[in-house]
């Protein structure tokens, strides 16, 4: 039995090895992975033999539980061949239904990573879904698929459709949420323990913590952490390109300062860049919040070549603020189109 501590959680979960077993037994295309948290174990909750992916499915969406979170593990290669795939590769479901009680969300989310470290041997893709409908082939493949170029000319000319109709989605959580004081974050996102770890690992400096959006109905921030990231042009060449993430890092040429960069490249599709940018206040937030940060930079960038050293160098009134108006010079009275000043009016005496 592999003995793996559950990131972000004080729990050591425990991967059974007959779980790990039946995942390589070549008989075995899939298997769902149940969290016992009273055990402190991921063990086997069910196998399903090989056979065509879209007949796994089914029996896979059959087995899944309401409000229960899981995962599934499943090879992608099968008899059909109907994924590009080899033997080695799997895709890794997070199940994580509606409803699904927070702590159990938590460990189910920090429980696909302990996965992947006890499947190392293996390739690995990762896909999320909030319903028992997409635990599926179809669902994998417009997951983990790259847009066409066709594709990304249709998404920017259905932008304003698109931007509409996320707007109406927002519009709809914020009635539904509670009210809120003014200031503070109207759209409201879980943290994932990786995310959290994540932060911490950026305070310390010479790390980047690149944190995602995901889930749908569930909307949850999760983290993973870049190495030897000193600074903005570190980044370059490391982030997705079709994906956006913030990025939390400590900026040497900014004396240590903390920098957030809302990296937003060019081709991501209309409704992804929209729900981005939405949840922005509400990162900024979680960011202050975890790491104690009073002063902020923040940056948007959607180019490789914009990643430089200076952002974040000029913030002095937090988060890329401008001066207050105490800051700013008074300019006094200023008389009116076709009037003059009199003495006494607020123009002041000029200096000798």
Known sequence: MIMMPLGGTDAKFKVDDDLISTIEDAGVQAVKVTIDVTGEKLSLGASFPSAPLDEVFKGIQGSVEEKVPCLIVAKLLDADKSVDAGPKDLALFGYMPEGSPPKLRMLQASSRKTMKEALSGWSIREVVAGEASELSRTHFVESTRSMTAEERRDAMSREELEREEVQKQVSKEQSAAPRMMAGMASLKIEADPSF???????????????????????????????????????????????????????????????????????????????????????????????????????????????????????????????????????TGFKPPVGGFALPGMGMGLPRH
């Open 196 to 330: 959290i770890d994540g932060c911490a690992a950026a305070k310390e400096g010479e790390k980047a913590c690149v944190a995602k959006i995901e889930g749908d109905k569930t909307t949850t921030l999760t983290g993973s952490v870049l190495e030897g990231i000193s600074k903005p042009s570190d980044l370059k060449g490391k982030l997705p390109d079709d994906q956006p993430c913030y990025v939390l890092l400590k900026n040497s040429e900014a004396e240590g300062r903390l920098v957030l960069v809302s990296w937003l490249p060019d081709n991501v599709a209309a409704r992804a860049r929209m729900k981005f940018s939405s949840f922005k206040a509400s990162v900024v937030s979680m960011v202050k919040s975890e790491t104690g940060a009073d002063k902020l930079a923040t940056s948007e960038v959607t180019d490789q070549d914009d990643l430089t050293d200076d952002i974040g160098v000029q913030v002095e009134h937090g988060e890329n603020e401008s001066p207050s108006t105490e800051d700013k010079p008074k």
